[in-house]
T-cell receptor, first 115, second 116 residues
Framework: AQSVTQLGSHVSVSEGALVLLRCNYSSSVPPYLFWYVQYPNQGLQLLLK??????LVKGINGFEAEFKKSETSFHLTKPSAHMSDAAEYFC?????????????FGTGTLLAVQP | DTEVTQTPKHLVMGMTNKKSLKCEQHMGHRAMYWYKQKAKKPPELMFV???????INESVPSRFSPECPNSSLLNLHLHALQPEDSALYLC???????????????FGPGTRLTVL
């Protein structure tokens, strides 16, 4: 069964520092992977997605992620953190539910950005 | 229009009340979803509609009743809820690609439900 694991429920970085949020997946077929961000009391917003093709995926707000099949990873990075990046981040994998697709989410990583 | 709208934003209801949550999208998506999200947890899938037909029910209690009147609208009817049903209820939609796994979902802002 497909699943994702996010290492680190809380990550704290200083403003301007590198952001690295970890996600490992388990899938018996080529996975479709996603990173979503959720700001307090809001819905989820898609940051980026990997379906096929280029393994380095660029998303919105300066985020990017690299699909590494050998490591079954899809870590999210941003070179320089901004205060506005403080939010909850969810990694997700798409699975085919027999009749339609559904997303399986990781447990989330809360990113704090210190001034 | 790449927006999913949800009404109301907040809802407080008693355990004997009947209320409904509404979700709307005009992106031409034919798959729509209801999720429940508790604080500091990921969203949990409740229902999926595909082409206005219920395709997935994740063993949700019958006090939650979904309805998809047309391809743009999704409702969630609530009756005799329990305090533990208090949560953020998220609606999402996606383009349905038959046979594929590609599934970019667009989420609404959610309805914050409190059951007293």
């Amino acid at each position: 069964a497909q699943s994702v694991t996010q290492l680190g429920s809380h990550v704290s970085v200083s403003e301007g520092a590198l952001v690295l949020l970890r996600c490992n997946y388990s899938s018996s077929v080529p996975p479709y992977l996603f990173w979503y961000v959720q700001y307090p009391n809001q819905g989820l917003q898609l940051l980026l997605k990997y379906t096929t093709g280029a393994t380095l995926v660029k998303g919105i707000n300066g985020f990017e992620a690299e699909f590494k099949k050998s490591e079954t990873s899809f870590h999210l990075t941003k070179p320089s953190a901004h205060m506005s990046d403080a939010a909850e981040y969810f990694c997700a994998v798409s699975v085919y539910g027999g009749a339609t697709n559904k997303l399986i989410f990781g447990t989330g990583t809360l990113l704090a950005v210190q001034p | 229009d790449t927006e999913v709208t949800q009404t109301p934003k907040h809802l407080v209801m008693g355990m004997t009340n009947k209320k409904s949550l509404k979700c709307e999208q005009h992106m031409g998506h034919r798959a729509m979803y209801w999720y429940k999200q508790k604080a500091k947890k990921p969203p949990e899938l409740m229902f999926v509609y595909s082409y206005e037909k219920l395709s997935i029910n994740e063993s949700v209690p019958s006090r939650f009743s979904p309805e998809c009147p047309n391809s743009s609208l999704l409702n969630l009817h609530l009756h005799a809820l329990q305090p533990e049903d208090s949560a953020l209820y998220l609606c999402a939609s996606s383009q349905e690609l038959a046979g594929g796994q590609y599934n970019e979902q667009f989420f609404g802002p959610g309805t914050r439900l409190t059951v007293l």
